[in-house]
């Protein structure tokens, strides 16, 4: 079983224990995406505030980004305490501001999720969703592999919503959950948006680094 919480500084071998509880099995046991980066934290063998991060407004909500070696590595809902305006974060605020502004449809950005080699193809799968355009989550499950259950895992620990789109994914019979934000409400407006958008020229598409 994995365990519950992670401590800010790392142990002498403590990560590959860490590491084990999540490449186990593809499904795995649910760690929540603060976990995940203290994980890539313990890997580096650097304390949380060594991450930089920034934030911003949205229609959504105060969301912060943080980077981990010129890559994202997460974005979470809510203002960070400490600013640290890196190109990379700049870069991300700016295409973030213009994809909430209805001006860009496609990220062009690094990430490097921390996950399990499936769960990173989940995630790959969900960023090749076009704008505009919803899956199932058997869709996704017959791109990436497992079944619905298990994509589901693999979206629930998404450490970097809206840029990883797990809001493109509905139920058959529904729009199907979601946890970030305001929940629904956060997930009906980032589909409306893309909707109205839908019809701009495609830019570069993001990457998603395995590290």
């Known amino acids: 079983m994995c365990p519950k919480g992670l401590p800010e500084y790392p142990a002498p071998g403590q990560f590959p224990a860490y590491q084990a509880c999540l490449t186990a099995t593809h499904a795995g046991a649910a760690i929540a995406p603060s976990d995940q980066r203290q994980l890539i934290r313990l890997a580096h063998n650097r304390p949380e505030s060594s991450l930089p991060q920034l934030s911003l407004h949205t229609p959504v909500g105060d969301i912060t980004l943080s980077e981990e070696d010129g890559s994202i590595v997460a974005l979470d809902w809510g203002w960070g305490r400490d600013q640290t305006p890196t190109p990379t974060l700049v870069e991300a605020r700016q295409q ?3 994809y909430f502004d209805g001006e860009l449809t496609h990220f062009n950005l690094g990430l490097a999720p921390f996950g399990t080699p499936y769960r990173k193809r989940v995630w790959q799968a969900l960023i090749d969703i076009p704008s505009g355009e919803t899956r199932t989550y058997g869709q996704l499950a017959a791109i990436a592999g497992g079944s619905a259950r298990s994509v589901g895992t ?3 620990t998404n450490p ?3 840029l990883i789109p797990c809001h493109r994914i509905v ?3 529904g729009p ?4 970030g ?3 629904l ?3 009906h407006f980032l589909l409306a948006l893309e909707q109205r958008t839908a019809r701009l020229p495609p830019t570069a598409q ?3 680094e395995l590290i």
């Not at 199907?176 to 946890?179: A, E, K």
């Open 96 to 98: 973030l501001q213009a």
């Open 154 to 156: 693999a979206m629930s």
């Open 160 to 162: 970097i919503a809206i």
């Open 171 to 173: 139920a058959t019979n």
């Open 176 to 179: 199907g959950g979601y946890s």
């Open 181 to 183: 934000g305001d929940g």
């Open 185 to 187: 409400p956060t997930k």
């Open 206 to 208: 993001t990457r998603l």
